[in-house]
Every structure is written in C-alpha cells, then in structure tokens.
Nanobody, 119 residues
Framework: QAHLIESGGGLLQAGGSLRLSCAKSGRTFSGYTMGWFRQAPGKEREFVAEISWSDDVPIYTDSVKGRFSISRDYARDMVYLQMNSLQPEDTAVYYC????????????WGQGTQVTVSS
C-alpha cells in the first residue's frame, strides 16, 4: 500500500520559517505531480502548491506566493515545502498528496502534519 508521510510541522511565532518534508513508502511516485494542501480549523482543505514531474514548474495559491517554495528531490523521491514569513493564518494541518498528471484529482494523501503559528 502506498503511503505519503509528512514531517516537519511545529509551533512557531509569526515571521518564522519551517520546512515540511514528504516521504514515500510502499511505492515510488515517479511521474506523479506532487502537491501540498492545508486545512485550517473550521475550514475546508485548500490547495497550497504543486510541482510536476515533467517540467518541475511550481504552482502556488496566491496567499503563499513569494513566501512558500515547493521542491522535489528526484534521487530521494522526496518533496519539500519551504515556508517563510509564516503568519497566524497559515496555521493548519498540511497534507502531502500525489496525482497522475493527466488526472485532475489527487489520489494519494498523507496523514498530515500540524503547523501552528502564534502572533
């Protein structure tokens, strides 16, 4: 069974930085587009960023542009989300996900990692 395992979440003050990691278990995700989503308390899960396998071009939601950076290590089959200038509104559970490039929906999800930003 394929698994995505997030790590790197934590509690920090506004203005700080964190790097989230997504490791793969059970299978490789070669060829897959990898994404990060988040869900804040009382809100629906929202898209944060994604990066394709083929062209490595990242896509971000507007609220994180210029602050977050998604990257992938092909050799280690890892995906990262570097988050800078964090704000209280970034507080959420962050999820790693994978989808086949020709499909719009994400098929594989991790369990999530909590990020809490205090003011």
């Amino acid at each position: 069974q394929a698994h995505l395992i997030e790590s790197g979440g934590g509690l920090l003050q506004a203005g700080g930085s964190l790097r989230l990691s997504c490791a793969k278990s059970g299978r490789t995700f070669s060829g897959y587009t990898m994404g990060w989503f988040r869900q804040a308390p009382g809100k629906e899960r929202e898209f944060v960023a994604e990066i394709s396998w083929s062209d490595d071009v990242p896509i971000y939601t507007d609220s994180v542009k210029g602050r977050f950076s998604i990257s992938r290590d092909y050799a280690r089959d890892m995906v990262y989300l570097q988050m800078n200038s964090l704000q209280p509104e970034d507080t959420a559970v962050y999820y790693c996900a994978a989808r086949w490039p020709t499909k719009p929906e994400y098929d594989y999800w991790g369990q999530g990692t909590q990020v809490t930003v205090s003011s």
